[in-house]
């Protein structure tokens, strides 16, 4: 049996833009994507803390160490400018591997970038 479950997560990040005009995705430091093992095209669950919205888009690279935090596309409508994200991957495997499967959590600082 193959079970879902967190594979990943970039806790507490603050949104740097929203760009209404571009096919939807969400933008993503590449610094915070390597830490959380979370790879471009890949589907991640959305929690914005400001305004309880969860949504579901995919993950595009964004400029290593710049911060980066984009919502795009109709995304961008579920977020202002400062809100608060949570962003989630799961994985499926095996319940025998996931009982003791270790997720990446990483806690990125107030500019959303890791700290040293």
């Known amino acids: 049996m193959f ?9 507490r990040v603050k949104v740097t833009q929203a760009e209404l005009n571009y096919v ?3 933008t ?4 915070l994507m390597e830490a959380a093992n979370i ?3 890949e589907k991640v669950q959305i929690v914005n803390n ?10 595009i ?6 911060g980066i935090i984009c919502l795009n596309g109709a995304a961008a409508r579920r977020v202002q400018v400062g809100d608060i994200l949570i962003i989630i991957s799961y ?6 591997k996931a009982i003791n499967y270790s997720p990446k959590l ?3 600082n107030d500019d959303n970038k890791l700290e040293d």
């Open 39 to 41: 790879i471009e095209g």
């Open 24 to 26: 939807g995705s969400i």
């Open 28 to 31: 993503v430091d590449e610094d």
């Open 3 to 11: 079970i879902e479950v967190l594979k990943s997560k970039i806790h």
């Open 106 to 108: 990483v806690f990125p």
């Open 61 to 66: 690279k964004g400029e290593r160490n710049s």
């Open 91 to 96: 994985a499926y495997m095996k319940q025998k």
């Open 50 to 59: 400001n305004n309880g919205e969860r949504f579901e888009t995919y993950v």
